[in-house]
């Protein structure tokens, strides 16, 4: 039996009182810094830059600018430039050179409402073919731009004419296993989740799980589609296995109830894929581990391939604050590292101790 001591520790290493609202954190790959982005009171949006050291964090540059930030991805930038690029409330999609942030190095007004949601693939080798990044808006639209193409995106996934337009929360990349393949999975305020195929611009799946969803998360970005999570209001999430997909009953998947509130991100472990974290409304971190069945597949009555559901356990839980934890970030260069924002305007480094012994 194991004792408590055995399990991974979610410990605070670091806690930072910010001035503004943060939407979204996340560390800058190859370093000990991370960025937050958020909106001052005064109505514009701001990126700060901080550095990790000697057991605080020390302010190294901070940016202004016009619009509030909401969402940001390092995912379609390249080890060396390490850009950001930023969705904002205006609807613009702008790609920083943090280094000299007075211009972005690309601009576009990506949609006519605010940007709620990004990721991008391609970049930081990650993901095979083009360096890409989606962008997906209350104006219930999904688009994927390719920074090298001004103006225009290469993909537009939205409403047929007629049908409602559903506020977009939620977007993540996946299947980029080579340079022909690449999938986008998005998720609405009506508990619709789509998987758009990108080779073949179609939708290859679609299914509702009767609440808002608020994250959705491929394992990995770079192989063929493993596992996605998908979080919602009400506490709950669920874990999709996107091996086998059945012709009519989709892919199957296990659910839980996770928090007592809206579970506002899910964020998977970037050194091992079948741990993730979830952030709650209630300002609540919970580490799950996914087990894989006996079998991931199995022939229906008609002897036809269909997908097996594994379970989710939970490895440890922490209440770090009294309001929502708004956006997590593991490091992808130190095993257990993760940075996090919630609503009580607070930044916290977090380490996770005893990852490789789950």
């Known amino acids: 039996m194991s004792t408590p001591l055995e399990k991974p520790q979610i410990i605070s290493h670091i806690q930072k009182s910010l001035n503004y609202t943060v939407f979204d954190s996340k ?12 909106n001052f009171p005064r109505g514009t949006g ?4 901080y550095e990790v050291q000697h057991g605080e964090v020390q302010l190294i540059k901070e940016i202004e600018k016009a619009k509030p930030f909401k969402c940001g991805t390092f995912g379609a930038t390249s080890l060396q430039q390490r850009h950001l690029a930023t969705g904002d409330f205006g609807g613009n999609l702008n790609i920083w050179n943090l280094e000299a942030p007075e211009i972005p190095v690309y601009s576009v007004k990506a949609h006519t409402e605010i940007v709620n949601t990004i990721d991008g693939v391609g970049g930081l080798g990650i993901g095979d073919g083009a360096p890409e990044i989606v962008t997906g808006s209350r104006d219930g639209t999904v688009k994927v731009w390719d920074p090298r193409q001004k103006d225009s995106p290469v993909a537009n996934m939205e409403p047929i004419e007629g049908e409602t337009k559903r506020d977009c929360w939620t ?20 508990g619709d989740i789509k998987l758009f195929d990108l080779r073949n611009m179609s939708v290859r799946w679609e299914t509702n799980i009767k609440n808002g969803v608020c994250c959705v998360e491929f394992d990995r970005k770079d192989i063929n589609m493993n596992k996605l999570v998908a979080t919602s209001l009400e ?4 874990v999709f296995d996107m091996r086998t997909q059945h012709p ?8 839980e109830k996770a928090h007592k509130s809206t579970v506002w991100q899910a964020r998977h472990l970037p050194q091992n894929r079948d741990i993730f974290m979830t952030a709650g409304g209630a300002g609540g971190l919970h580490l799950w581990k996914y087990e894989y069945p006996a079998q991931r597949s ?34 992808p260069d130190k095993q ?21 012994r789950v």
């Not at 560390?27 to 958020?38: D, N, Q, T």
């Not at 506490?235 to 669920?238: E, I, L, P, V």
């Not at 022939?299 to 309001?323: H, P, R, Y």
């Not at 257990?336 to 490789?356: E, H, M, Y």
Request: charged share 15%; proline share 2%; hydrophobic share 40%.
């Open 171 to 190: 977007v993540a990349f996946g299947n980029a296993s080579n340079d022909q393949d690449r999938c986008v999975c998005a998720g609405y305020d009506n």
């Open 248 to 255: 009519t009953k989709g892919f199957a998947s296990v659910s």
């Open 27 to 38: 560390w800058i790959p190859c370093s000990a810094k991370f960025v937050c982005m958020g």
């Open 336 to 356: 257990g590292l993760c940075v996090c924002s919630a609503f009580d305007q607070t930044v916290r480094v977090l380490i996770v101790t005893k990852l490789n």
């Open 46 to 49: 701001v990126i700060q830059i």
């Open 298 to 331: 199995k022939k229906d009555a008609d002897e036809i391939e269909m997908g097996v559901a594994g379970s989710v356990s939970l490895l440890q839980n922490v209440t770090l604050s009294t309001q929502p934890i708004s956006s997590l970030d593991w490091s």
């Open 235 to 238: 506490g709950k999430f669920h």
